[in-house]
């Protein structure tokens, strides 16, 4: 009945799934329309994910044509299914230490929708999320709606936001925080219980990751006028620190005010749909495989050290900080929030408090988003420590901009102390 | 606050030193009891030599720049023979309370600062510089104090002109090499005041009368006259109508602000100074190259009990040339710390010594301070309308005393100070009420 196309572009993107059938499908899009004698008339697949694009799963983009029971008319609706790295051992062992699978079909199929249906009650309803069509655990996979369609894209994570995109980010950001700390109220331990975040008390899987970048900044500092040894000292002597020191910034304090992390927030996680004459910009954001229970400090400063231009980063941080600040409490207030609300000076104090998460996130995050040598770029290449990886993070440190970021911020961050030994707390 | 200089400034009559009588006192217009036996007992008493003799003596008032408003300042140089037989010169500053206004007075009183300089001249810097000279550090921080007289509410120390220290433009601020140096200095005398205060089981923090205290709120119509003379002002620039009007959201909760910033809390505390700004420093420069060699700390009046933040936030934003103030504070904290947590450490401190991190969250926690002396005190302290400038005037809330801290904001520096730093002070949620 239903023709399937595939499209194989074959070398330079992930295959799509075996079990993406039409039976497959026309059961999942009958469940989601509500009619048991919908028929499917055309099933395209195509595979989405390039190399160098998504280190950690892959996307297939599926449109079908459909007639609805007692219709002719054909409809037409596009979805993203999105499955694990199921092919690779050595990357599926490690996502599955973080539970990033299972963390994300919990946020597509429970949480996501229930933060939605809260703001939708208020005068700050917006769409922040993807809508959730089906959550497949035995597969798992979770498709939503393809946002491609209605013009949404991923921005250019080479030039980075600019300060119109940058605060929009941070709006829907702030109003996800708030509506993750009202339902969390509501329905205590809910969200409190997803605590395996990039950085977590459960899996130091990624730790090569992290510290091997921290050699590869030593030595870039060794070699650097601006910087010199005194930095690559220190940058060497965080090397097996920067786990233990990141993973407290995602210990959530009790006498602050913590909310649902996005937990990887950057541009490659944002779809924005740019603005015309009938609409403004809009975003929304994606991929939730790192949402854990923490301080907003994790989302913030991954965010800022990985997504904005360097102007922006260099001139407004603190006037967007007070942005999410504001849009944060005006929502939670409308959402009759009865638990903390930190003032303006509380919330620079906690993102101070939290501030090794840009140390970390400039030195290794930035260095991977801002890397337009794709040639090597992939997951083994950021674990491992062969010679094909340790030649890929040297490449990615020899990027001009990101060296320009660095120059400018590892001076800040070392007159905080945030590159000296810390004490225990 | 201190008002050092404000009058001196103004009605500076110039008087001429002269020639010591043989009898009492030692010149004329000096205090009745200051006399030469006064000084050969002071003299006998700090050499332990009961047979030292005077034999010439000199004595004038010390005016200028000098004078310090919490007191009356005499110049005096002694030449001397102890047992051995041999002659020596002596160069010293009295200070002495003074019969101010009635007003003034009561107003000062529970800030007590008379007695506490010299309660900290005489028992506290001296066993500071011993702690030093512990690990070898001959660095010397302040003038050596020669005799403290609490009858007569009388301090007697070096006299450090005569060493060429002298006290440096307060109009145009310290660059980073003269902060650094300061600096220095102050992180030495705090960790010594830390390990002092570790070794006598708390013996500092009876210093609980800093500024802003829990004792008394005397100096408030200071600190909120002057934060609505600076809305007053702020409020006539377009774009700033906002700031004005947090300014003046600002004041019913104002003096709590302040209080807390003296509260003692968790983390490293310290003897802070209490009132460190370019007119409580004398630096020595070099005669050829003009550079400065040396810095002292003088004026121990406001001497309190907390975070080293009330000197760090107070110096650095009232004392420093325009680019330093606004971009290079937190350089320069890093560099206090270096030499105050080494210090620390060679002195063997018991308790943890935080890590620069720890450090400067704790500082930030405090920061309240640092937009109260850019947006108020700096005002005051580069004022350059002299005419009304006393301890009436900043306290009073009369038309002279409102009159006075509007003047103080005529000052263009003061105003580019403002225009750059309330922004900022607002985005960091400083000029919240709701803090």
């Given amino acids: 009945m239903g023709e399937t196309r595939n499209g194989n572009d074959a070398d330079n993107f992930h295959p799509a799934p075996e079990w993406l059938t039409v039976p497959y499908v026309e059961n999942i899009l009958r469940r989601y329309k509500k009619d048991e004698d919908l028929n499917i008339t055309d099933l395209s697949i195509k595979p989405a994910t390039a190399k160098g694009e998504n280190y950690a799963s892959v996307m297939t983009r599926i449109k079908v044509d459909y007639v609805l029971s007692g219709s002719n008319v054909s409809e037409t609706k596009f979805f993203i299914v999105k499955t694990t790295y199921e092919n690779d051992a050595f990357i599926s062992n490690i996502f599955a230490s973080y539970q990033a699978s299972t963390t994300e079909m919990v946020m597509y199929d429970k949480i996501l929708p229930k933060l939605s249906a809260l703001l939708d009650d208020t005068e700050q309803s917006e769409k922040l999320f993807a809508n959730t069509i089906y959550v497949d655990y035995e597969h798992s996979a979770i498709i939503f709606e393809d946002l491609a369609v209605c013009q949404y894209t991923i921005g250019d994570r080479l030039i980075g936001y600019d300060l119109e995109f940058t605060k929009l980010a941070l709006r829907k950001l702030a109003k996800m925080h708030a509506a993750a700390a009202v339902l969390n109220e509501r329905q205590p331990g809910l969200l409190t219980k997803l605590d395996h975040g990039i950085f977590n008390r459960h899996s130091r899987a990624f730790a090569p990751m992290f510290e091997n970048f921290m050699g590869v900044a030593a030595n870039f500092a060794a070699e650097c006028p601006e910087l010199g040894n005194v930095y690559a000292d220190k940058l060497r002597r965080l090397k097996n620190l920067v786990m233990e020191y990141t993973e407290r910034v995602y210990d959530p304090q009790p006498d602050e005010f913590n909310t649902l992390t996005h937990g990887d927030l950057w541009v490659n996680n944002i779809m924005l749909r740019e603005k015309t004459e009938n609409r403004d910009l809009d975003m929304l954001l994606i991929d939730f495989q790192f949402s854990a229970w923490g301080s907003p400090a994790i989302d913030l400063h991954y965010f800022f050290c990985t997504s904005l231009q360097l102007e922006v980063r260099k001139k407004y941080l603190n006037e967007l900080i007070e942005y999410y600040h504001g849009v944060l409490v005006e929502t939670l207030r409308a959402l009759n929030f009865t638990g903390y609300i930190p003032t303006l000076r509380q919330m620079w104090l906690q993102l101070e408090k939290g501030k090794f998460m840009a140390v970390v996130a400039s030195l290794t995050c930035q260095a991977i988003m801002l890397n337009d040598q794709t040639a090597d770029a992939d997951f083994n290449a950021l674990m491992l420590d062969n010679e094909r990886s340790r030649n890929f993070k040297k490449v990615a440190y020899n990027n001009k901009k990101f060296q320009e970021n660095l120059k400018h911020f590892l001076p800040i961050y070392n007159q905080c102390g945030l590159l000296d030994l810390q004490e225990w707390d | ?435």
Avoid at chain 2, 81 to 99: A, C, L, N
Avoid at chain 2, 299 to 317: E, H, R, T
Avoid at chain 2, 374 to 383: D, E, G, K, T
């Fill in chain 2, 1 to 435: 606050m201190s008002v050092t200089d404000l009058i001196s400034a103004l009605d500076a009559i110039p008087k001429q030193s002269t020639v010591v009588p043989e009898s009492n006192p030692i010149f004329l217009d000096a205090p009745e009891w200051l006399t030469e036996n006064y000084l050969l007992d002071a003299l006998r008493k700090f050499y332990g030599d009961q047979k030292l003799k005077i034999t010439a003596l000199d004595g004038c008032p010390a005016l200028g720049r000098g004078e310090n408003y919490g007191g009356v300042l005499t110049r005096v140089k002694a030449e001397f023979t102890k047992q051995d037989g041999k002659s020596q010169m002596g160069h010293y500053i009295i200070k002495t309370s003074f019969e101010s206004d009635e007003f003034s007075r009561k107003a000062m009183e529970p800030y007590d600062i008379f007695n506490r300089e010299m309660s900290i001249y005489e028992q506290i810097l001296p066993k500071l510089k011993a702690l030093l000279l512990e690990i070898n550090d001959e660095e010397q921080i302040f003038a050596e104090t020669m005799a403290v007289d609490y009858d007569r509410s009388a301090l007697i120390f070096e006299d450090l002109s005569v060493r060429g220290f002298i006290m440096p433009d307060r109009l145009v601020g310290l660059d980073m090499k003269l902060a650094r140096m300061v600096l220095r200095k102050l992180a030495k005398m705090h960790a010594t005041s830390a390990v002092l205060n570790e070794r006598e089981c708390g013996a500092l923090e009876t210093y609980d009368r800093g500024m802003f205290n829990r004792h008394t709120d005397n100096y408030a119509p200071c600190f909120l006259g002057l934060i609505q003379a600076a809305s007053r002002r702020v409020s006539q620039w377009p774009g700033y109508e906002q700031y004005a009007a947090k300014l003046d959201a600002l004041i019913p909760v104002y003096m709590e602000l302040g209080k807390r910033v003296f509260d003692v809390c968790p983390g490293i505390n310290v003897l802070a100074h209490g009132d460190l700004w370019t007119n409580n420093v004398l630096v020595k420069y070099d005669k050829v190259t003009g550079e400065p060699e040396d810095v002292i700390i003088i004026d121990f009046q406001y001497a309190a009990w907390g975070s080293p933040a009330i000197d760090l936030f107070y110096f650095l934003n009232s004392s420093l040339q325009f680019d330093f103030h606004v971009h290079h504070q937190q350089e320069l904290i890093q560099y206090y710390f270096e030499i105050f947590s080494e210090t620390l450490r060679k002195l063997r401190y018991k308790s943890p010594i935080p890590s620069l991190h720890k450090f400067h969250l704790d500082l930030k926690k405090k920061s309240f301070y640092a937009m109260h002396t850019s947006i108020s005190v700096f005002a005051v302290q580069r004022n350059v309308e002299t005419a009304d400038a006393d301890f009436n005037a900043l306290m009073s809330t009369n038309q002279r005393a409102i009159n006075f801290k509007n003047g103080c904001y005529n000052n263009p520096i003061t105003q580019k100070v403002l225009r750059k730093l309330l922004p900022v002070f607002n985005t960091e949620g400083l000029l919240d009420a709701d803090q």
